[in-house]
Each structure stands twice: as structure tokens, then as C-alpha cells.
């Protein structure tokens, strides 16, 4: 069934961008990719688990309805992705999609609406071990509403009003008993520009984090507080940055669990030496929602880089690395948690008959503490054959070491046909 | 959802009033024949291409002008000393930024000459008479770059930060990331399952007793 769907998107698809006519609002870009993926499961790659790899088919379609008029932009992207999987029998085909709304309107020459909706469907298949599934499929749908209004009090100083409504939905009722949320924030930011080259300005955040458990369950809902400012600065015509520094509180709804603070601070450069040459690098620390259950708060440590080269006006070269680590501690996890719910890799050591007691009981030993490192490497070199036409060829590595989860290292290698019809 | 309802429109009601002292509602009709005669900055500017070329998606709702010129300068479009906000926009400049934008800088003759963006941009057809009609041709790009994932992943801000991607399709400054891939921890159900599975295989692989 979802390969005769797929069928029909594509056909429609290719149909559609056969009929895009100039003049119209739409706009079609389409990629295929053939790609060798050398861990399809995100094994560790042992003797019990060893990796299997697989080709796989990817076809992207980006379509694009926008509308600009003198005070109001509409721009709507819609990006399907189909990939078919040569070797892996249980589940040949995923189907994601993507979508992006953004609406602007400019009520006066001092007040303007900004809204930007941010939704992904995204598919990834159960993890199957000797016949058995040991994790259940992770296909899920997140949305990310956002509004702000930007008001010019005075010549060079903006008063930002924002709220945000992120939603998390799995297919898998197990899976979303404990991962599925609603989050809500709202802020505001007033900003002042100093001059042409600098700006400062002053944040506030509130933010709610609501799992969607039900009542017996462990309660993860968290609310937090923050309050700090940020400094933008135009360095030279090739060097700009901007750093955001501050202080966040966290409090947690479970019985039993203390309200943490910690500072936070995130930094990003973006540097220009040549027409041909960009370079982008940040680093941020601070809290940062769970998304392991059953603790309810990280915090995490994330570096990230990337460089693109024009090697000639037709080779480009570009390249990204990110390093990111999240910390888990024993007094993150609610207080009516077990230490059998903790991952088994957490809890390992801890003797049968204790496995009830309260995970509180691990404070201030090192067994409720975890850690999840990630380290993402990718390159791509692209060659355009014609001013719509390009050729790609990639390379992306993923390495993870968790101890909340499974270690994996995984390669993929892709060629590629990009165009814009 | 109460939640919801409550701080949008507290957002909303908050940004009316606090545009009340202004007077918008009773100047807007007026100052729009104005604001069409005056004219365009390049932070303005920078702001329009922005959305004509798709890349309000890598910044957050109402981005600044330094996120905007640091996204266009990502994709090769910036004036020949760098951007600079408050400065007007000349017909050289925008013939200049709208050939970056529509990825035909190449073809420039003599790039340090401005007459030689104008002539090429009116050899191809395009009206530089006024913004609309010189970017009328701009298309969303294909694949802009953009530091997003990881720049989203890593923000401090609940407003901006984002945790959830699409898979292994999702492109990160020109290459595709996998940073959905930090696998989800497993549900009580699943590590129950493993824990039963593991226990079969071991009595599977014990020894048949000696006679």
C-alpha cells in the first residue's frame, strides 16, 4: 500500500514539475540519491549484534508556494522524501515529510506579525534482532508553532513578543506513553542597536514542558525560567558573531525533586575570508529538555563547525562536524521513579532485590549518572553540469557512545542528481 | 491547550498594546503612500531576499538584521564592502545582489565595475526600476546554505532550539546530517522484551547434561 502510494507522489510529482509553468507561484526542485548505508539498524557490531548494510533510493521533491505583497509574505515548503531500502526485508520503504509556513505582515512601519510553523513526519523503522523486535518503530509527527510581534518602540530599539507551541507525537502507543509532549514558551526581547556594527539585548523565557503520560506514570513535566542577554557585533565586513549568556531555573512538577539552576551560554561565528570560502562555527552549553526517559533534564555541551569551498565556479566543497554531550543525573530523575526504570546499561551493577527501591537512592552514587556523546562528521562535493543541474557525491558518519542507549559508528556514501525544474 | 490559547493571545494582545502609543492603527493608511516613496535600507533589503529565497526557515520567526546578512553572506550575496544596514539601497547594489541571488555572478564581466552588474541584469530582461521588479525573478534556492540543524540543535533558546529533525534527509550547510539518529533510549516494554529474549537464547545455548 505505501509503495503504490509512494508511486503516486512520485508520479504526481514528476507530473506536476512537468507542467510547472513560468509565472506561477510554484516552484519544484527534485534529488535523487543512491546511497550505500554500511549499519541500517544502528548496530553496536558485535558477535550478538553485528552490523547489516544496504542500498537504498532516495528521492526528494521541494515544492514551493509564495506570495509576496507590499506588507504581507506567504512562503509554504513542502518537501516529501521517499527512500526505498534494498535489504531490509520487514520494511522496504519510508516516506518523510517535511513543512514550513511563513507568514509575515507588516501592520505598520513600527509593528509586524511573524509566524513560522515548523512540521516533520518522520519515519524510522523497529529495530529487529533475530526475528525479534527489541525497539519499536519511532515514526512520529513534530510540529513547532511560532509567533512573535516585533514593535519598533523607538528608532533603534525592538521589543520582540514571542510564543512557541512544539508537539511530539509517536505512532507507537508504548513509545509515546513516555516520550510524546507539549511544550509552550513565551518571551520577550528587548533589543537595542547601538550602532551599525552592534546590538544588545535583554531576554526573558518561560517554558513549559508537559508530558503526555498517563497519571500513574512517572512524571518528567518540568517548567523553566531564564533570564540574560545577548550581544551581537559585526566584527569587520567578513567576521560576525553572537553571543547569549544568562541563568536558568528549572523546577520539576514529581514529588520529591529539587528545582536545579545553571548558567547557560552560546556563542556562534561566522566568518567570510574569501567570496569563495565560508566558515560557521558555534558552542553552546546549558539545560536542556530530557528526551531520555526517565530522567527530566540534561544538560548539554554542543561544539559544531562547517566550511564550504567554491573549489572553481563549478565544484563546490562542504563539510560540517558536530560534537554534542548530554548529561544525565541521578536527581533529574523524578522521585517516583524505580531504578528499574532506568536504562539497563544506567542500572547495571545494582543487585535484583533493588531494583524497586526509589531511584532517589542513587544520589550521590555515580549509578544514576549518564552520559550520551554524539559525533557527526559530513561532506559533500557538488558539480553543476547546467545552471539547473547538479551532481553530488557524500559522505556522512555518525558515531555514538551512550550509556542510556546502543553504541553505534555508521557510514553513509551517496551519489547524486539534484535539479530544479 | 488552555495554556496555549492563554499565551498566544497574550502575545498577541501584548504586541497590539504595545504598538498603541504609536498610533499605527490611525497612521498605517497614511504612511503607506510615504513609506512606498522612501527609500529601501539594506537591512530591508537583506530581509526581502531572505524570503524571496526560502531562507526564512533557518532563522527564527522575526530574525535580526545580523541573522539576515549572515544567512545571505552563507550563500555568496553581499554588497562588495559587506553589508551595512542603515545605508541606501543604490541601483548598483541591488543589480548586484539580485545576480548573486539568482547564482550568475560568474558571468559578470568585470565584477568590480557596478555598470557591469546593471548591464547584465538588464540584458537578461530584468527591470531595475524598482525592487519588486528587479527581484520578481527570484526563486527559492535550491539547497541554500545554512548552519540550521546544528545551529537549532545547539541554541540556548526555548524559542529556537529544536531537538527533532527528519531523518537522514534533512541538509545541514550543504551536507546531509544524520542528527536524528541519537537513538531513543528503550521503553520498559522493549528492555523487558530484550531481558526475555536474552534469557531464551541462554537456555537455548546451555549444554545438554553428560550421561
Not at chain 1, 526573558?204 to 517548567?223: F, G, K, P, V
Not at chain 1, 543525573?329 to 524505580?338: S, T
Not at chain 2, 545541514?172 to 544524520?178: I, L, P, R, S
Request: glycine share 6%.
Amino acid at each position: 500500500m505505501k509503495q503504490i502510494l509512494s508511486a503516486v507522489v512520485v508520479a504526481g510529482l514528476c507530473l506536476s514539475s512537468a507542467m510547472a509553468i513560468e509565472g506561477t507561484p510554484f516552484k519544484i526542485t527534485s534529488r535523487l540519491r543512491l546511497e550505500y548505508d554500511d549499519n541500517i539498524r544502528q548496530a553496536p557490531d558485535t558477535a550478538e549484534n553485528p552490523k547489516e548494510d544496504s542500498l537504498k533510493y532516495l528521492a526528494d521533491f521541494e515544492l514551493w508556494l509564495e506570495m509576496n505583497g507590499p506588507h504581507t509574505y506567504f512562503g509554504l515548503r513542502y518537501r516529501p522524501s521517499i527512500i526505498y531500502w534494498d535489504n531490509r526485508p520487514e520494511d522496504d520503504l519510508d516516506v518523510h515529510h517535511d513543512f514550513d509556513l511563513i507568514v509575515n505582515h507588516q501592520f505598520s512601519p513600527r509593528v509586524s506579525l511573524n509566524f513560522k510553523d515548523t512540521f516533520r513526519r518522520a519515519e524510522l523503522p523497529e529495530l529487529i534482532e533475530r526475528g525479534d523486535i527489541v525497539r519499536e518503530r519511532n515514526d512520529f509527527n513534530y510540529n513547532s508553532a511560532n509567533v512573535t510581534v516585533a514593535t519598533l518602540v523607538a528608532p533603534a530599539l525592538r521589543l520582540d513578543l514571542s510564543g512557541r507551541h512544539e508537539l511530539l507525537r509517536y505512532d507507537d502507543s508504548d513509545v509515546a506513553s513516555s516520550e510524546d509532549y507539549d511544550k509552550l514558551t513565551g518571551g520577550a526581547t528587548l533589543r537595542q542597536q547601538l550602532n551599525q556594527a552592534s546590538a544588545v539585548a535583554g531576554d526573558l523565557r518561560y517554558a513549559a514542558t508537559d508530558y503526555d503520560t498517563a497519571e500513574d506514570a512517572i512524571n518528567r513535566d518540568t517548567q523553566s525560567v531564564r533570564v540574560g542577554g545577548t550581544l551581537e557585533h559585526i566584527f569587520s565586513p567578513v567576521l560576525m558573531g553572537q553571543v547569549s549568556a544568562g541563568f536558568e531555573n528549572k523546577s520539576f512538577d514529581a514529588d520529591d525533586t529539587d528545582d536545579e539552576s545553571s548558567p547557560y551560554v552560546d556563542a556562534s561565528l561566522s566568518y567570510f575570508p574569501q567570496p569563495d570560502l565560508r566558515l560557521n562555527g558555534g558552542a553552546s552549553y546549558s539545560f536542556y529538555d530530557s528526551g531520555a526517559f526517565p530522567y527530566a533534564n540534561q544538560t548539554r555541551t554542543m561544539v559544531y563547525g562547517a566550511l564550504t569551498y567554491d573549489l572553481t565556479e563549478r565544484l563546490a566543497w562542504n563539510t560540517s562536524l558536530s560534537w554534542q554531550n548530554g548529561h544525565y543525573k541521578a536527581e533529574d530523575i523524578p522521585g517516583d521513579a524505580r531504578i528499574r526504570d532506568l536504562p539497563p546499561a544506567v542500572r547495571q551493577g545494582v543487585p535484583e532485590w533493588a531494583l524497586d527501591l526509589p531511584a532517589s537512592e542513587l544520589i550521590d552514587t555515580e549509578i544514576g549518572d549518564a552520559d550520551q556523546q554524539v559525533l557527526s562528521f559530513s561532506t559533500r562535493m557538488t558539480f553543476r553540469i547546467h545552471r539547473s543541474h547538479w551532481l553530488e557525491l557524500g559522505w556522512n558518519y555518525n558515531d555514538v557512545d551512550t550509556d542510556i542507549g546502543t553504541d553505534y559508528k555508521r557510514n553513509r556514501i551517496s551519489i547524486g542528481w539534484k535539479a530544479q525544474l | 491547550m488552555n495554556k496555549s490559547l492563554i499565551v498566544w493571545g497574550l502575545v498577541l494582545v501584548m504586541g497590539v498594546l504595545g504598538s498603541a502609543p504609536v498610533g499605527w492603527a490611525q497612521e498605517a493608511p497614511q504612511e503607506a503612500p510615504e513609506t512606498a516613496a522612501q527609500p529601501m535600507t539594506q537591512a530591508e533589503l537583506a530581509r526581502l531576499l531572505v524570503n524571496l529565497l526560502g531562507l526564512g526557515r533557518f532563522l527564527p520567526a522575526a530574525p535580526t538584521d545580523q541573522q539576515c546578512f549572515a544567512v545571505l553572506m552563507e550563500n555568496n550575496i553581499a554588497p562588495a564592502d559587506g553589508w551595512q544596514g542603515e545605508e541606501i539601497v543604490t541601483r548598483a547594489l541591488l543589480a548586484r545582489l539580485v545576480v548573486q541571488a539568482l547564482r550568475r555572478a560568474d558571468e559578470i564581466e568585470n565584477p568590480d565595475d557596478p555598470q557591469s552588474w546593471i548591464d547584465f541584469l538588464e540584458g537578461l530582461g530584468v527591470s531595475l526600476e524598482t525592487v519588486e521588479d528587479a527581484t520578481g525573478e527570484l526563486n527559492p534556492m535550491t539547497e541554500p546554505i545554512a548552519p540550521n540543524v546544528y545551529r537549532d540543535a545547539s541554541s540556548t533558546d526555548p524559542l529556537q532550539r529544536r531537538d527533532k529533525f527528519s531523518g537522514e534527509t534533512e541538509v545541514h550547510f550543504g551536507t546531509d546530517v544524520g542528527y536524528n539518529e541519537t537513538v531513543r533510549p528503550l521503553t520498559r516494554r522493549e528492555v523487558d522484551r530484550i531481558l526475555q529474549e536474552a534469557v531464551r537464547r541462554r537456555e537455548a545455548r546451555r549444554p545438554a547434561t553428560p550421561d
